[in-house]
């Protein structure tokens, strides 16, 4: 089963695969179980034999431990923190209570058995064969840099179809659904993930509040004037709350601490997200100037200046209140 072979290529574990067995407790979190099945999976592809997943290994079996910390292995400091161990014993993949041991499922198989995931699917997969497998004997320790890591897939599971529904239908709902599936594993062969802050469209209740106070607040539109555009095909409502903010004016900065202090206590971030929608943003010079154009780039191109602009603003004054508030 398996031998440790010594020389240039030192402590190299060879596994006949039929040897090897997936282990993960009956009582592993879903992520974990996760962790076990794409395991498996891909151990399968690469050698032609898919291994069994057991709570336990049997005797003689070369066993691939998910969720389970190795002797003296360390526990993990951090939510997504990933640790995987590969021995002549045994391979261990644990970690934090967020995706830990499934993160340290796929580092072993990038960097032990060099997979790559091109795009989400199967068809995605890219592997080179083994059989028999090899691994090389040592470890390795994930921690993600950046706190909220996230492609947005823009497509949402759908209910299964009605009983009565066409085979067309059935099958079109089979497929999106797949699709989506297929996603959201890539995104986790990825390692994203991580904790959004919150925050959301800050401004969609700012004309009710504040457009009769404080018109200077809102965006000088196309058509001249400080207040929302009436959208085609949207209702007065609908068009109020995509309004776009004046990010030049110190005032709208402040308004966002005012209305964020009496939270302070427990909310880190405050939020000053722009509105959703392509129209309506402000013309005045003042906000025209923040910008950074680029040879032939028209209006509207490019506005992420000004709103980093605000963004700052708002930090500098939430700082003055509490000290590690983010934006």
């Known amino acids: 089963s398996a031998a440790e072979q010594h020389g240039p290529r030192a402590h190299v574990v060879t596994l006949a695969p039929a040897d090897c067995v997936v282990v993960v407790s009956a009582n592993a979190s879903r992520y974990e179980a996760e962790a076990a099945r794409e395991l498996q999976k891909h151990l399968g592809l690469i050698t032609g034999v898919e291994p069994q997943i057991a709570p336990e290994a049997a005797a003689g079996r070369y066993p691939f431990r998910v969720g389970d910390l190795p002797p003296g292995g360390t526990e993990p400091a951090e939510p997504e923190e990933a640790l995987w161990r590969v021995t002549t ?11 830990g041991a499934q993160f340290a499922v796929y580092g072993f198989l990038e960097d032990q058995l060099g997979v790559r995931w ?37 497509i949402r599971a759908v209910p299964p179809p009605e009983p009565n529904a066409t085979e067309t239908e059935k099958r079109r709902i089979e497929e999106h659904n797949l699709r989506v599936a297929d996603t959201v594993r890539w995104q986790a062969r990825m390692r994203m993930g991580g904790s959004s802050p919150g925050g959301s469209h800050s401004f969609r209740t700012w004309w009710d509040r504040y457009g009769e106070a404080h018109p200077e607040y809102f965006a000088l539109t196309k058509e001249g004037e400080r ?5 085609k095909g949207r209702t007065w409502e609908e068009s109020k709350s995509w309004a776009k903010v004046c990010p030049s004016n110190p005032g709208v900065a402040r308004q966002v601490v005012a209305d964020w202090l009496p939270y302070r206590d427990r909310r880190q971030y405050l939020d000053a997200g722009v509105n959703d929608g392509t129209q309506g943003f402000c013309r005045c010079p003042k906000c025209m100037a923040l910008d950074v154009k680029l040879s032939g780039e028209k209006f509207g191109d490019h506005l992420t200046d000004r709103y980093m602009v605000l963004a700052n603003r708002v930090a500098a004054e939430g700082r003055e209140h509490r000290p590690d508030a983010m934006v």
């Open 89 to 99: 014993e045994g391979v261990w993949f644990w970690g934090g209570e967020r995706r």
């Open 118 to 154: 091109i795009e989400p699917g199967d068809a995605g997969i890219g592997y080179r064969e083994q059989n028999p497998l090899a691994l090389t004997v040592d470890e390795d320790r994930w921690m993600p840099d950046i706190m909220c890591r996230k492609i947005r897939q823009g």
């Open 227 to 231: 207040a929302p555009l009436r959208l």
